[in-house]
C-alpha cells in the first residue's frame, strides 16, 4: 500500500509563474489536507478537502491560491503568479476520514521562487 | 476559535537527559494525536489517545492524555540524537474530523 504521493519533490519557479503541486493520498483515503511550511516554523493548515468537495479553505489566501480533489486523480494545490513570499514546503496530508484516525503526510513539495 | 498549543517551543537537552512537551488545547478533545518531525523531513504518525488519563508507551517515549481531555504530555527517558526533530500535537476540530495543530516543540541536543 504506497503512502501519500506528492510531486514533484522541488519545484523552482520564476516570478508570475504558475505552479502546481500534485497529492495522491493513501488508496481508501478520501480526505486531504495541504499545510504550508516555513523553515524553522510550524504547520500552517491551508485547505481541507474531500473527493470533489472542499470543507474548509479558510486557511488558503483568497487571491492566486486555489485547490481541488478532483473525483479521479490526484488533488491538485495550484498557486498563481507566484511571488518570493510562496517559497515554502508544501505538506499533503491524507486520511479516511473517520473518526479517531491519523493523518498520513506525503514527503512535501519544496517552491522556491526565484 | 479551537486551539492547539505545545509548550515549549524550543527545549535544549543533553544527550542523556530527559524531555517533556506539553500540548494544551482551548476545548475538549475526542483524541489526541502526536507526530514528529525530523529536521528536512516531513510529519510522521507516533500515536492517538482517546481515553480521559491514558497513558501509552513506546519505548522511550511516554504519552499521556489529560484527566479533562484538554491537554497531553510526550516524555522521552534519556534522549539520543535519534530524538531530534520538532513534535507536534494534533486534535480535532467540529464533525468533519479536521485536524487541528499546534506549532510544535523543537527539541535540540546539546553536543
Known amino acids: 500500500n504506497a503512502g501519500v504521493m506528492q510531486n514533484p519533490r522541488h519545484l523552482v519557479r520564476r516570478r508570475g509563474q504558475e505552479a502546481r503541486l500534485r497529492c495522491s493520498p493513501m488508496k481508501g483515503h478520501s480526505h486531504v489536507y495541504w499545510y504550508r511550511q516555513l523553515p524553522e516554523e510550524g504547520l500552517k493548515f491551508m485547505v481541507y478537502l474531500q473527493k470533489e468537495n472542499i470543507i474548509d479553505e479558510s486557511g488558503m489566501p483568497k487571491e492566486r491560491f486555489s485547490a481541488e480533489f478532483p473525483k479521479e486523480g490526484p488533488s491538485i494545490l495550484r498557486i498563481q503568479q507566484v511571488v518570493r513570499g510562496d517559497s515554502a514546503a508544501y505538506f499533503c496530508?491524507?486520511?479516511?476520514?473517520?473518526?479517531?484516525?491519523?493523518?498520513?503526510f506525503g514527503q512535501g513539495t519544496r517552491l522556491t521562487v526565484v | 476559535g479551537q486551539q492547539v498549543m505545545e509548550i515549549p517551543q524550543y527545549q535544549h537537552v543533553q544527550e542523556g537527559e530527559d524531555f517533556t512537551t506539553y500540548c494544551n488545547s482551548s476545548?475538549?478533545?475526542?483524541?489526541i494525536q502526536w507526530y514528529k518531525q525530523r529536521p528536512g523531513g516531513h510529519p510522521v504518525f507516533l500515536i492517538q489517545?482517546?481515553?480521559s488519563g491514558e497513558v501509552k508507551k513506546q519505548k522511550r517515549l511516554t504519552f499521556q492524555f489529560g484527566e479533562a481531555k484538554k491537554n497531553s504530555s510526550l516524555h522521552i527517558t534519556a534522549t539520543q540524537t535519534t530524538d531530534v526533530g520538532t513534535y507536534f500535537c494534533a486534535g480535532p476540530k467540529g464533525s468533519n474530523y479536521q485536524l487541528i495543530w499546534g506549532a510544535g516543540t523543537k527539541l535540540i541536543i546539546k553536543p
Open positions: 489517545l482517546v481515553k
Open positions: 476545548t475538549t478533545l475526542s483524541n
Open positions: 496530508a491524507s486520511s479516511p476520514g473517520r473518526r479517531n484516525t491519523e493523518a498520513f
